[in-house]
């Protein structure tokens, strides 16, 4: 993996910035899930999330009839966003969709609240695990909203681009 950093950037180290990721993603409870339809199109999708720590991989629990899972089937691509607006911070992850069997990692992610999905309880026949194998992310990160508010004042009155909104990292897997 290796970091990719532009002059408007922070110099977060690679190890930084993926565990900014992973908070981010442990504070969010709802991701956004976008994959490609048969048509072409881009659709996104609300998923629960039960990322522990971020590791390359990012779990979730789908249903096998849904017509998310069949476009992943299809076409792997997919991208998966973290909003964390309260604190400012957003991640962006692209990769690759897995249809998974694996029963002690569905146990690991099992959580009640999913029965409102899946009536049959971790052993209904339509759970379906996905497993997305990053291959890049990014992280966006800032100091506050007051300061990024000060900030794109001045930026409006003195008419110079704002800078110093945050810090912005870029990762390939």
Request: hydrophobic share 35%.
């Amino acid at each position: 993996m290796s970091q990719v950093n532009t002059p408007e950037q922070s110099d977060l180290s690679r190890e930084e910035t993926i565990k900014a990721m992973t908070e981010v993603m442990k504070n969010v409870p709802i991701a956004i899930l976008t994959v490609i339809t048969d048509e072409g199109h881009l659709q996104a999708h609300p998923m629960t999330t039960r990322q522990a720590e971020f590791d390359g991989d990012v779990w979730f629990l789908g249903g096998k009839d849904t017509k998310q899972v069949r476009c992943m089937a299809a076409r792997p691509q997919v991208n998966v966003t973290y909003a964390d607006h309260g604190k400012g911070a957003y991640v962006s992850i692209s990769g690759e969709a897995q249809l998974v069997e694996d029963r002690a990692k569905l146990e690991e992610l099992w959580n009640d609240a999913y029965q409102a999905y899946f009536p049959g309880g971790i052993d209904d026949p339509s759970i379906q695990l996905v497993k997305i194998e990053a291959q890049g992310g990014e992280y966006w990160g800032s100091d506050g909203k007051i300061k990024n508010l000060f900030a794109q004042a001045r930026a409006a009155v003195t008419g110079k681009p704002a800078s110093d909104l945050g810090t912005n990292e870029t990762v390939e897997f």
